[in-house]
């Protein structure tokens, strides 16, 4: 081989080797790119488990700084209550509750001196003192049989103080627990004085102190919380307080009773009311609501029930007033949905319940059929669906239980038909302010007074004059159907002449005396005739009517 040729292999070798070793950067150029989007877009191994760690460290950091102080408080706040109760004989009773003082003083100090090194635990140690505070001072007349504080004044006086002290460091540290466990210490204070006046008293300042914090920071779930334990205390006081130890029975009903139940239903109900920043009915603020009501008369009809004896209506008439003015408040403040359609509800039952104690049976039912004319009015003002059809339901049930109850339907009765009549027109009245289609309603109430007034005058009244007693209804829907321009009157008549006719030829041509049916056949064939003409008329005004507007349309063409 020549030098030539060899020399030529070598320069093709080299030229392509070249190329590929161009080719291959371009290569590792793109495998490079690559790489570095897929780093961009996704953490490596490294970072996932460096997350993993964090999050490892931050719940170990959790529950070493935050939940083991709150465990180390309680368990030294129990052990020194052990402390203080233990039965120490041979020394001045003061002792104990002196030693108290001087570990809360020592409490206050530490908590004050770690307030900037150790925020959370100077908050948990605060929280500590102020419980021991409390449990110091009740030391001073309890347990142990030899007191240093006899005078039981002395003693109330003496943890109100102390309630009072803990309301306002609570309030300086803005801790809205450290308020809770205050406010449970001012309840319990209330329990452990007893008496009507002190409860009362007490449980109301604890109400107007929960309502006015809750209005000043905007925390309706302090407001839930002092409704709650206002009512709760209230109910345990009326058990014979068995916190105490006492066995659990109804004390002693006195007149004014039941009375501070609507004082707190008053206080609480305002309390929502004047909320700050009223944007709307959230959830905590529907909860505080139904608590308040439904604890209040709950309580208020447990005990008007058992012991108010022959005052039980004015006790019930009191409560309806009450709750019918507050859903009135909440209607025209804030156009309130669930508040109004609760305390309205509240106020109709408290009337019902009144009713049926002032009235014997079955009198009351009546009263209660007129009462839901009350009820479809305000449900109309309103503008409340539930309320409008929860009492169509409820007139059903009363109906239903009138006849089942009464023993013997009387003329009383009627009473159903004409309310179902007059609630019919207010909801034909007044269907603008309504949410929903009141058509349906309005044709279930005269659904009813079409079978009430038969059914009505059928039991109340003698065989002879059924029949007549259901053509004067006939012809009072007529006459209602001229003066309201309704069909619907009309359709309710004839359908009253068809059952009218039916009951003719059927009951009393084989049942009653020979003078009042030939009165029942000449009244009912005198009324159809009548009716009769008048339909006819009535047409013959609209055929001429009609061929009137024809010709005239072709004179104009």
């Not at 959790?62 to 083991?68: A, D, L, V």
């Not at 005078?151 to 943890?159: A, F």
């Not at 066995?247 to 609507?262: A, D, E, N, R, S």
Request: net charge positive; hydrophobic share 50%; aromatic share 12%.
């Amino acid at each position: 081989m020549s030098s030539a040729s060899a020399e030529q292999d070598l320069q093709d070798i080299q030229q392509r080797l070249g190329v590929l070793e161009r080719r291959l950067a371009l290569v590792e150029a793109r495998c490079d790119r690559e790489l570095g989007d897929q780093v961009a877009e996704s953490p490596t191994a490294a970072q996932a488990s460096a997350d993993a760690m964090e999050d490892d460290e931050a719940l170990e950091m959790r529950i070493g700084e935050n939940w083991f102080p709150k465990a180390g408080i309680i368990v030294l706040a129990i052990g020194v209550a052990f402390l203080l109760t233990f039965p120490y004989r041979g020394l001045p009773p003061v002792l104990p509750s002196l030693f108290g003082y001087v570990l809360v003083l020592g409490a206050f100090a530490l908590s004050r001196h770690w307030r900037e090194s150790f925020y959370q635990i100077s908050r948990y140690i605060l929280g500590g003192a102020v419980v021991l505070l409390y449990f110091t001072t009740l030391r001073l007349s309890f347990f142990s049989t030899d007191a240093a504080v006899t005078d039981r004044n002395i003693e109330l006086t003496l943890l109100l103080a102390v309630v009072a002290i803990a309301i306002v460091i609570s309030r300086r540290r803005k801790s809205v627990y450290l308020l809770g466990v205050s406010l449970a210490m001012g309840y319990l204070t209330a329990l452990i004085g007893g008496g009507a006046p002190f409860v009362t008293l007490v449980c109301t300042a604890l109400g107007i102190t929960a309502v006015v914090i809750a209005r000043r920071d905007g925390t309706p779930a302090l407001l839930l919380y002092g409704t709650v334990m206002t009512y709760m205390t209230h109910l345990i006081w009326v058990m014979n307080n068995p916190v105490l130890g006492n066995p659990v029975h109804l004390i002693p009903f006195g007149p004014w009773t039941p009375f501070p139940l609507l004082l707190y239903a008053a206080l609480f109900s305002v309390g929502t009311l004047f909320r700050r920043h009223p944007a709307g009915e959230e959830g905590i603020v529907i909860a505080g609501s139904f608590a308040n009501g439904l604890l209040a008369y709950g309580l208020y009809l447990l005990l008007t029930l058992v012991r108010s004896g022959d005052a039980g209506p004015l006790y019930h008439g009191a409560a309806s007033a009450l709750f019918l003015v507050v859903s009135i408040a909440f209607w025209e403040k804030e156009r309130s949905k669930y508040s109004t359609f609760l305390y309205a509800m509240l106020g109709y039952t408290a009337m019902s319940v009144s009713i049926i104690g002032q009235f014997d049976r079955p009198d009351y039912f009546v009263w209660l059929a007129y009462q839901s004319l009350v009820v479809i009015t305000t449900a109309v003002w309103f503008r409340s669906q539930f309320i409008v059809m929860g009492n169509f339901v409820i007139f059903l049930i009363l109906f239903a239980g009138y006849a089942a109850l009464a023993g013997a339907v009387n003329a009383v009765s009627l009473s159903y038909g004409i309310v179902a009549l007059a609630s019919a027109r207010i909801l034909n009245w007044q269907r603008e302010r309504l949410e929903l289609k009141t058509e349906m309603m309005r044709n279930a109430y005269l659904t009813c007074a079409f079978f009430i007034f038969p059914y009505a005058l059928y039991h109340a009244l003698p065989a002879g004059f059924v029949s007549i007693s259901w053509v004067v209804v006939a012809v009072f829907y007529y006459v209602m159907s001229i003066l309201l321009k309704s069909r619907k009157y009309r359709w309710m008549a004839l359908l009253t002449l068809c059952l009218t006719i039916g009951h003719v030829f059927i009951v009393d041509i084989v049942n009653l005396d020979p003078t009042f049916r030939i009165i029942s056949f000449l009244v009912l064939g005198t009324v159809l005739l009548g009716i009769s003409m008048a339909y006819a008329k009535r047409r013959g005004r609209a055929e001429k009517t009609t061929t009137e507007s024809n010709h005239k349309g072709r004179v104009n063409l």
